[in-house]
């Protein structure tokens, strides 16, 4: 009765802990049949965490999966979208542009008395853009540029290596980046940049730049109406 064999061999197997998909790998039945066979054997605790451990360990294996296809995903549209970039060769003109929409969002707007040209951000790369802005379009002399650091002060111990990374983004000295303003630490922060990740915030200003600070202004201006949006 080669039937009653192979329901004694998938009780066996059942009673070690085997799911129904292992089973059935050893026994070819239909798996209505072997759930009939197998509705009144009972499993142990140690059998049933088995089961427990391979349905995890099988749920781990798909989210692994979904998120390996997620990140090749991502990094062939962040591919395709930069070569679309790369191709345009941005010219002087655009780079322009891009730099007074840059300290439209990110800089020190003019007051009444005046104020400096001044950006802050905590992104190297909006703070190296911005300096080829500088240098490159309204050629500002790096001898008119200071930096000042703003840092939570649960970092007083990572001082050297903050300044030493700044001077690495901008291609500074370390002696430019000695002006520091300590910020109070707040345990419940949602920051994501915590811990070894975090350099704090940037701000690159332009000495006696009031004037260079009222012609970004018109600039911005300029390209509201070029745009038709005043």
């Not at 979904?66 to 345009?88: G, P, Q, S, Y």
């Not at 439209?104 to 911005?130: A, Q, T």
């Not at 002696?175 to 940037?202: A, D, M, P, Q």
Request: hydrophobic content about 35%; charged content about 35%.
């Amino acid at each position: 009765m080669p039937k009653l064999k192979e329901k004694q061999k998938a009780i066996q197997l059942r009673k070690k802990g085997y799911s129904y998909s292992e089973i059935l790998k050893e026994i070819y039945v239909a798996k209505s049949t072997l759930s009939l066979w197998l509705r009144e054997v009972g499993l142990s605790k140690k059998q049933e965490q088995r089961l427990t451990d391979k349905k995890l360990a099988s749920m781990k294996r798909g989210w692994e999966s979904c998120r390996r296809k997620k990140i090749l995903i991502t990094e062939e549209i962040k591919h395709k979208a930069e070569e679309e970039v790369v191709k345009l060769k941005i010219d002087r003109k655009e780079l322009l542009l891009i730099g007074i929409a840059l300290y439209w969002c990110e800089g020190h707007k003019e007051r009444d008395k005046g104020s400096p040209v001044e950006f802050s951000n905590s992104d190297p790369y909006l703070i190296k853009l911005f300096l080829k802005w500088l240098h490159d379009i309204c050629e500002v002399p790096k001898k008119d540029i200071i930096f000042r650091i703003f840092i939570h002060e649960n970092s007083r111990d990572r001082l050297k290596k903050v300044q030493h990374y700044w001077s690495g983004i901008t291609g500074f000295s370390v002696e430019h980046f000695l002006k520091i303003s300590w910020k109070k630490h707040n345990i419940k922060t949602n920051r994501k940049n915590v811990g070894e990740n975090y350099f704090g915030v940037l701000r690159v200003i332009v000495k006696r730049s009031t004037n260079f600070n009222r012609k970004i202004q018109g600039w911005i201006m300029g390209i509201c109406k070029s745009c038709e949006v005043v």
